[in-house]
């Protein structure tokens, strides 16, 4: 069974930094796109940034210039580098990855998120 773990939120200051890792593990047999979404309490759930397989890579507005994403599919793997972090950032950041499963269709996937807080 395909999951989806993430890790490396916490509490950091206004202008700090963080690094997310977002790891697949399972039957994988092909691994099209990873991206990261944040859900803030009260809000939607936003999509800040995605990474395809080609390495394209699209960004939310809210991030650009601020968040870069970047894979290592060998490892299945998804980080994103958060920097000038804003108080307004602050949410609970969820991986998706769109994969095939062994045996199965492409499909989606979600991790269970980790916590970011800005604050000082």
């Known amino acids: 069974q395909v999951q989806l773990v993430e890790s490396g939120g916490g509490l950091v200051q206004p202008g700090g930094s963080l690094r997310l890792s977002c790891a697949a593990s399972?039957?994988?047999?092909?691994?099209?796109?990873m991206a990261w979404y944040r859900q803030a309490p009260g809000k939607g759930r936003e999509l800040i940034a995605q990474?395809?397989?080609?390495?394209?890579?699209f960004y939310g507005d809210s991030v650009k210039g601020r968040f870069t994403i970047s894979k290592d599919f060998a490892k299945y793997t998804v980080y994103l580098e958060m920097n000038s972090l804003r108080p307004e950032d602050t949410a609970v950041y969820l991986c998706?990855?769109?994969?095939?499963?062994?045996?199965?269709?492409?499909?989606?996937?979600w991790g269970r998120g980790t916590q970011v807080t800005v604050s000082s």
């Open positions: 399972g039957s994988i047999l092909s691994l099209y796109a």
């Open positions: 998706y990855g769109n994969l095939k499963e062994a045996g199965g269709r492409p499909r989606d996937y």
């Open positions: 990474i395809t397989s080609s390495g394209t890579t």
